[in-house]
């Protein structure tokens, strides 16, 4: 059976088409990976789902259109798993299921919804989707992560670096000037995301080290020692599990190490508001320019003022799940020195991060217990399809 799934940025490549393809490829499926255009992309979508996935074609965003357009292929099952939904529609499929996401205008096209959390369900019943077609199911995202208990003990603190080049050597810039005001007592792991890793490759190593010494100056040889560089990805879950408190910016990692229990300091830099990626008609602006982006990026401003500043939004995966205020969360011009006394602070605290982790796998466990995993709802639903 021939299975096709739209897809487009590092958290939903990495998150919930990879793991898909893997558990469809077990079961007997043929799968292909349509790549649609995102302002969350970082173009090096196509090369990590080929690293990682279980596709037999994937396709880029200009093939996906061409496809979408002029030549669109017929599909048993075909998934909708992240972007713009309209893209999805216009694939010939005798069951389309979306991930997460829906709209009224569009519900007549989706046989069923699969919905990872309680913020998705929450979206999906205020727009008056048929409950009777809303799945609960275990994310995706977790498939690879196993919690094995918070250590509040523990020396480590993670500092989760950027999927997109700018964000990554940005955030890299900051958490190494931030490191020689931490306590001594504490080894910081520096996590790498695939998608930064394919630009580079082996050379990425040497680049870090450089770019360390470049930045760290006479405090190079003191504290470079204390940092360690993630690249593997079965690694990086393993050694996620064990830090005390996770540093990033908004996006899928907070969904998994809030998984995990791991306490966080969620941060959105607004230095170059013009590099933060934002959806919506405002986030298309990225693709008119270096004058698109300083508008977009004047918008950003707006709405973070209006918005994070006065938490009527959150930006942590958590905090948006839960609907309530569980991660610290901080935007605005983030440089060492405020960043290092906020993580100090937290680090000091230890009722606060058991506190936080006991409320974070609460969330989740309590998800867990209503819903079934993709494998299940794939054997299920193929079982009663071939009924028809």
């Given at each position: 059976?021939?299975?096709?799934?739209?897809?487009?940025?590092?958290?939903e490549?990495?998150?919930w088409?990879?793991?898909?393809?893997?558990?469809?490829k077990?079961?007997?499926?043929?799968?292909?990976?349509?790549?649609?255009p995102c302002?969350?992309?970082t173009?090096?979508?196509?090369?990590?789902?080929?690293?990682?996935?279980?596709?037999?074609r994937?396709?880029?965003?200009d093939?996906?259109l061409?496809?979408?357009?002029?030549?669109?292929?017929?599909?048993?099952?075909?998934?909708?798993?992240?972007?713009?939904?309209?893209y999805?529609?216009?694939?010939?499929?005798?069951?389309?299921?979306?991930?997460?996401?829906?709209?009224?205008?569009?519900?007549?096209?989706f046989?069923?919804?699969?919905?990872?959390?309680?913020?998705?369900?929450?979206?999906?019943?205020s727009?008056?989707?048929?409950?009777?077609k809303?799945i609960?199911i275990k994310?995706?995202?977790?498939?690879?992560?196993n919690?094995?208990?918070?250590?509040?003990?523990?020396?480590?603190?993670?500092?989760?670096?950027?999927?997109r080049?700018?964000?990554?050597?940005?955030?890299?810039e900051?958490?190494?000037?931030?490191?020689?005001?931490?306590?001594?007592?504490?080894?910081?792991?520096?996590?790498?995301?695939?998608?930064?890793?394919e630009?580079?490759?082996?050379?990425?190593?040497?680049?870090?080290?450089s770019?360390?010494k470049?930045?760290?100056?006479?405090?190079f040889?003191?504290?470079?020692?204390?940092?360690?560089?993630?690249f593997n990805?079965?690694?990086?879950?393993?050694?996620?599990?064990?830090?005390?408190?996770?540093?990033t910016?908004p996006?899928?990692?907070?969904n998994?190490?809030?998984?995990?229990?791991?306490?966080?300091l969620?941060?959105?830099?607004?230095?170059?508001?013009?590099?933060?990626?934002?959806?919506?008609?405002?986030g298309?602006?990225?693709?008119?320019?270096?004058?698109?982006?300083?508008?977009?990026?004047?918008?950003?401003?707006k709405?973070?003022?209006?918005?994070?500043?006065?938490?009527k939004?959150?930006?942590?995966?958590?905090?948006i799940?839960?609907?309530?205020?569980i991660?610290?969360?901080?935007?605005?011009?983030?440089?060492?020195i405020?960043l290092?006394e906020?993580?100090?602070?937290?680090?000091?605290?230890?009722?606060?991060?058991?506190?936080t982790?006991?409320?974070?796998r609460?969330?989740?466990?309590?998800?867990?217990?209503?819903?079934?995993?993709f494998?299940?709802f794939?054997e299920?639903?193929?079982?009663?399809?071939?009924?028809?």
């Open positions: 059976m021939n299975v096709g799934i739209v897809s487009n940025s590092p958290g490549i990495a998150g088409a990879i793991p898909a393809s893997v558990i469809l077990n079961l007997g499926f043929n799968v292909d990976l349509y790549l649609t302002m969350f992309a173009k090096k979508e196509y090369d990590v789902a080929f690293r990682y996935g279980s596709f037999e994937i396709f880029t965003p093939q996906t061409k496809k979408i357009f002029f030549n669109p292929l017929k599909y048993e099952i075909f998934f909708h798993m992240g972007g713009e939904i309209w999805s529609t216009r694939f010939k499929s005798r069951r389309l299921i979306s991930y997460g996401w829906a709209t009224k205008r569009l519900d007549r096209y046989s069923g919804y699969l919905v990872p959390n309680d913020y998705y369900y929450r979206k999906l019943v727009r008056q989707i048929d409950e009777k809303i609960k994310d995706l995202v977790f498939e690879k992560l919690p094995v208990g918070y250590n509040v003990d523990s020396n480590l603190v993670g500092f989760m670096l950027g999927s080049e700018v964000e990554f050597w940005g955030l890299l900051i958490y190494l000037k931030t490191v020689p005001l931490l306590d001594m007592r504490y080894n910081f792991l520096f996590f790498v995301s695939p998608f930064v890793y630009i580079y490759s082996e050379d990425l190593k040497n680049r870090l080290f770019f360390g470049q930045i760290m100056g006479n405090e040889s003191k504290h470079f020692g204390r940092i360690r560089f993630v990805e079965p690694e990086k879950y393993d050694l996620l599990s064990k830090v005390k408190l996770l540093v910016i996006g899928t990692k907070t998994e190490a809030g998984y995990l229990g791991i306490p966080q969620v941060i959105l830099p607004l230095q170059r508001p013009e590099c933060v990626p934002i959806w919506g008609v405002v298309w602006l990225d693709f008119l320019g270096i004058i698109g982006k300083k508008i977009k990026g004047y918008f950003v401003v709405y973070a003022e209006k918005n994070i500043l006065t938490r939004r959150f930006i942590s995966m958590p905090n799940i839960s609907n309530e205020y991660l610290p969360e901080v935007a605005g011009i983030i440089t060492h405020n290092s906020k993580i100090n602070e937290i680090l000091d605290n230890k009722v606060f991060l058991i506190h982790s006991q409320k974070l609460s969330i989740y466990k309590s998800w867990d217990n209503e819903s079934i995993s494998k299940e794939i299920i639903y193929c079982t009663e399809f071939n009924k028809r």
